[in-house]
């Protein structure tokens, strides 16, 4: 099973939209199957901090990102992409081992993810772990948001610890936060974890298909030869 995840985030250049989208579907998605880094989701941030957009992909290990990401012909993309994104960062996670019973759960095109970060407090480990597994999972399932994977940075920017949950509308994500054990729950981390942060985000196809219902037209008619100029040349 690949358990290392590459974590690509940026946020698109305002009045750039239609040649980002023009080329994230044209050359980032191609080129990345390409080297072995197709990514299994996409996200949009509807709530929550900036970067904006959230690619994730899974790999067999750290050496195979390491290697498709120092590959001349992505990094060649890459130097293209800067001209249409902002604040791109990248990060690799590992599992942090919290099974339930919803782990590894694929995620529907409608479904809403709940994206929650922390760092631990120094010397509250011990304490933090049994929390976690007595608290934090049971009551994220109480609610409505089971969590499907929990992650451990590795190498990037970000916090220590990601846990990742799926609910099947906003309606549910908004009945969740609402419900006092949300609160009660944050409240408690408190005092194991800080810089803790909280999004909601919908499917990156969802974001594109609205730019497509805006744009359509003018996505359509970007020609290569126009993209390449826009972007600079790919490099053969």
């Known amino acids: 099973m690949k358990e290392t995840k590459l974590v690509q985030t940026w ?4 009045g750039r939209k239609q040649e980002y989208a ?3 579907a044209r050359e980032l998605h191609p080129l990345m199957k390409a080297l072995g880094l197709e990514a299994v989701s996409g996200w949009y941030t509807l709530i929550g901090g900036s970067p904006a957009v959230r690619f994730e992909t899974l790999a067999d290990s750290l050496d195979h ?7 001349p012909h992505f990094r060649c993309l890459m130097d293209r992409f800067m001209n249409l994104v902002t604040q791109y960062a990248t990060s690799v996670l590992q599992p ?5 019973m919803y782990h590894w759960r694929v995620p529907s ?10 760092d631990v407090l120094p010397g509250e480990l011990e304490g933090y772990e049994r929390f976690v597994r007595d608290v934090y999972l049971p009551q994220m399932e109480e609610i409505g948001l089971g969590v499907t994977a929990g992650w451990h940075l590795m190498v990037g920017s970000g916090r220590q610890v990601l846990s990742e949950s799926l609910a099947p509308n906003l309606a549910c994500v908004s009945k969740a936060f609402e419900d006092d054990r949300y609160l009660q729950l944050i409240l408690r981390m408190e005092d194991l974890a800080t810089h803790h942060e909280s999004r909601v985000l919908i499917r990156h196809r969802g974001f594109l298909e609205m730019l497509h219902n805006i744009h359509g037209r003018a996505i359509r008619e970007i020609a290569p030869d126009a993209m390449h100029a826009m972007v600079g040349p790919l490099d053969e």
Not at 65 to 71: K, M, R, S, T
Request: hydrophobic fraction near 50%.
């Open 22 to 24: 023009a080329f994230v």
């Open 96 to 100: 942090a081992g919290w099974m339930t």
């Open 109 to 118: 095109p409608q479904d809403i993810k709940v994206l929650q970060a922390w």
């Open 11 to 14: 946020n698109p250049i305002p």
């Open 65 to 71: 990102v390491e290697n498709a990401l120092g590959d």
